[in-house]
């Protein structure tokens, strides 16, 4: 049975840092590719990062680049999100993603490419 846990969510002033991390079971991890995705109030879910089965194959959306990193550790079967400057635009719930890949190299950004989804963790940002 496939589990996808997060943690490190919380509340955060403005600037402020939090990690994510997203805890695997059930899998073969290196097997996997990985994606963080939020959703914000009223709003759709959206693609935020997203990690290859080789740690350095990383996709990260415009609105969050050069803030937020993602990096995976095969020995941990963890995923980690690095958010930092954050804004209160980025407060929203975040979920892990996980879905077997066959290539090294490929990135998922849709929703529909991956079919494992963890609870979601709430990140607020306050002004």
């Known amino acids: 049975q496939v589990q996808l846990i997060e943690s490190g969510g919380g509340s955060v002033q403005a600037g402020g840092s939090l990690s994510l991390s997203c805890e695997a079971s059930g899998i073969t991890f290196s097997s996997y590719v990985f994606g963080w995705f939020r959703q914000a109030p009223g709003k759709a879910r959206e693609f935020v990062a997203g990690v290859g089965r080789i740690p350095s194959r990383t996709t990260i959306v415009d609105s969050v680049k050069g803030r937020f990193s993602i990096s995976r550790d095969n020995v941990r079967n963890t995923v980690k999100l690095q958010m930092n400057s954050l804004e209160p635009a980025d407060t929203a719930v975040y979920y892990c993603?996980?879905?077997?890949?066959?290539?090294?190299?490929?990135?998922?950004?849709?929703?529909?490419?991956?079919?494992?989804w963890g609870q979601g963790t709430q990140v607020t940002v306050s002004s």
């Open positions: 993603a996980g879905s077997v890949e066959d290539t090294w190299h490929a990135v998922k950004v849709r929703q529909d490419e991956y079919d494992s």
